[in-house]
């Protein structure tokens, strides 16, 4: 009986810790995300334009996770993301790697 109540025990906390960690990688508000993305980086990233053609689709996941952990836009240019607060950048995030070309539902901005 004891045994079975520190199985029990010990599956709901592995359960409860995934769980945060999940929540803790994922984070953003995808929805929110996809808004902010037609508002502030659709009108840089259409096709013609001098930044280049960005979606969702140009990246895969992993790679939008390593283009946002490097900063790599402030890098490429510099200050463009200086109105956007952490919550943003997180939101954009989301959204850029929920709809990566390798995700479960690729998609572009409506390009």
Known sequence: MKIQKVLFLTALLTIVLCSLVFAALE??????????????????????ATAGTITPLSRTQRQWERFYNKSRHDKIAPGAWASFT????????????DHAADSDQPMTCGQ
């Open 27 to 48: 984070g953003g508000d995808e929805r929110r995300g996809k808004q902010l993305a037609i508002d502030n980086c659709k009108p840089c990233h259409v096709q013609g």
């Open 86 to 97: 952490e919550r943003d950048l997180k939101d954009v995030f989301q959204f850029m790697h």
